[in-house]
């Protein structure tokens, strides 16, 4: 157990104790309003962010350290094809289960607090590319078209790193026109994140009925963050 961050009312530490992966769990359950354990909870580190005062978790999420020989073994692997990074030169994060406790998911802190942990995680593991895969809520594309006209037109990851489909259950993007119509729904704010440090996804999203989601392949290489985003993601963690 490694306090990374303190701040105000709220700490972030990493740890692989038995009773703080099930302290995240539960909060997951909480959140997402389903049982999501599996293996790779106990091969992961797990940061949670807590109220100072009186211990309670309010974020947490896992980070999968890996080679990229051995990205086969993550999570997004489940559902996309990875083959193409499995060459990629240097340390690769996977960040998952991201979820914030729905009693402060207004508090602007609790989310700063978080990516500076993040960021002091793959600082000290000088993590080359992060990936994960980013959700919208509910398995019915047709709210998200805009959106995902969005991700086709601007955010397509690079030809040479870009999952191809792996799922039978996609929706992918080139059934839909590139020129958006109206208003854009919303982006989920972790990918909304991932966009502002210059990342990117892939050509489709996978439905995933069991947690009621479809999600999207996202990946950030580190060397292509915006500086201006590096030197404020540090600032936080000082």
Not at 25 to 52: K, N
Not at 186 to 202: C, I, N
């Amino acid at each position: 157990m490694t306090i990374v961050l303190a701040k105000g009312r709220y700490r972030a530490r990493q740890s692989r104790l038995a009773k703080d992966i099930e302290a995240a769990q539960s909060l997951r359950a909480r959140a997402f309003g389903c049982d999501d354990r599996d293996a790779l909870d106990s091969l992961s580190m797990h940061i949670l962010v807590e109220d100072v005062e009186t211990g309670a978790v309010r974020c947490c999420f896992r980070m999968l350290l890996l080679p990229a020989a051995e990205v086969g073994q993550s999570y997004s692997a489940q559902f996309y094809d990875l083959s193409a990074l499995q060459a990629y030169e240097g340390l690769l994060v996977e960040m998952g289960r991201f979820c914030i406790d729905p009693e402060v998911k207004t508090d602007p802190d609790v989310v700063r607090i978080a990516w500076g942990a993040m960021t002091a995680f793959v600082d000290t593991h000088d993590v080359k590319l992060m990936f994960g895969c980013s959700s919208f809520v509910g398995t019915d594309p047709t709210p998200y078209l805009n959106s995902f006209a969005v991700l086709a037109k601007k955010h397509l990851g690079p030809d040479h790193l870009r999952p191809k489909k792996k799922s039978n259950d996609v929706f992918c993007f080139d059934t839909i026109l590139t020129t958006v119509h109206g208003p854009v729904r919303a982006m989920p704010s972790l990918l909304r994140t991932y966009l502002m440090m210059g990342g990117w996804v892939s050509d489709h999203a996978v439905i995933d009925p069991q947690m009621n989601t479809m999600h999207v392949f996202t990946g950030v290489e580190v060397s292509r963050i915006p500086d201006v985003r590096k030197r404020l993601l540090r600032a936080v963690v000082g």
